[in-house]
């Protein structure tokens, strides 16, 4: 045991580990709300907003990491980190697509739920939009080292690996649940779009961190997952 591990300190009892994960995912809640108010739609200030709490949020993940002796180990880059994750950001694009055709078809009123949530981006054809692009890239990144980097492992330390990636899912979407009454549509009602997104989504980021150990190849996938959504929208305005 190398002299780094022999003085990373213990884990944290269930009753610390229940008020952050809480308070992460109630902030984060908080977070969303203020970003996604459609006063905000199409406005810089959505994604700063955004930006500036995962930021914040994330420099605490990765001081802990640093005091847990991980740091190094979490973000040591291996071979076909890119690949995995561009086949695994490719593969939920296209999840998203199919998702997207049942839930909310072409032409049916639920196609306002696709609408609303680029209105709330900002219009797709807009001159910059590859900086919005850029954008969403490091706040997904951000985003990821937060709940996989923070919130997964300090349950990991009280319920074991499994319950992990399962109650940090679940939290993960709960965070999201502002958008189901933010982004809703007339004639359409309740939009349920980026909660599924953030259920799937971070079920698979979940399990790639547990399945290789590090937060390289599920940062990668999600960020570049969130840009694809951006330069290659799901949803064009119609001639």
Same mark, same amino acid.
């Given at each position: 045991?190398? !002299? ?18 809480? !308070? ?5 809640? *908080? ?37 847990? #002796? ?9 071979? !076909? ?40 981006? #900002? ?9 919005? *692009?850029?954008?969403?890239? *490091? ?60 259920? !799937?989504? #971070? ?9 290789? *150990? ?26």
């Amino acid at each position: 045991m190398s !002299g780094m591990d022999e003085q990373a300190p213990a884990p944290n009892p269930p009753g610390t580990v229940n008020a952050l994960v809480l !308070g992460v995912t109630l902030t984060n809640a *908080g977070a969303i709300a203020y970003a996604f108010d459609p006063a905000r739609a199409g406005q810089s200030a959505m994604l700063a907003s955004l930006a500036a709490f995962y930021a914040l949020l994330a420099s605490l993940a990765l001081y802990r990491l640093h005091l847990r #002796g991980e740091l190094v180990r979490r973000f040591a880059p291996a071979r !076909g980190d890119i690949t995995l994750a561009a086949a695994t950001a490719g593969v939920l694009y296209g999840a998203a697509h199919i998702v997207a055709s049942i839930f909310a078809a072409p032409g049916s009123p639920r196609e306002l739920w696709v609408v609303r949530l680029y209105l709330q981006l #900002g219009d797709p054809d807009a001159p910059g939009r590859s900086l919005v *692009g850029v954008a969403v890239f *490091g706040v997904a990144a951000l985003e990821e080292i937060v709940w996989r980097g923070l919130v997964m492992p300090s349950i990991q330390d009280v319920a074991g690996p499994w319950r992990a990636v399962t109650f940090s899912t679940v939290l993960y979407a709960a965070a999201h649940l502002p958008t189901l009454v933010l982004l809703r549509a007339p004639g359409a009602g309740y939009n349920p779009l980026v909660l599924l997104a953030a259920l !799937g989504c #971070g079920l698979v980021w979940s399990l790639l961190v547990l399945r290789t *150990g590090r937060l390289v190849p599920a940062l990668l996938a999600h960020a570049l997952f969130s840009w694809s959504i951006i330069e290659f929208p799901l949803w064009q305005p119609r001639p």
